[in-house]
């Protein structure tokens, strides 16, 4: 790894540090994910200063009503596939 300084607004700071925390994670780990995600997103185009924003500063997603057959029907969610049932063994 290469060692990186960054300079943060300290309102960015913040709201990255309490959403690393929340995700039980270290606030390099979480600038890490983000950046790759962004990278992988953007395909090398230059980026807004919206889209880094939404990017580095987006809420970890916790469902409160998760879906039990999600894996299931991964097809559904991701394709408009019919969804599928479960066989009772």
Partial sequence: MHRTQLLLPPDLHRRAA??????????????????????????????????????????????PDPDPDLSLNVDHYLYGAARRSRRRR
């Fill in 18 to 63: 309490e959403a690393a925390k929340a995700r039980r994670i270290s606030l390099g780990n979480l600038v890490r994910e983000a950046l790759g995600e962004y990278l992988a997103r953007s395909g090398g185009v230059q980026p807004s200063p919206e889209a880094i924003d939404e990017v580095l500063l987006a809420e970890p997603f916790d469902d």
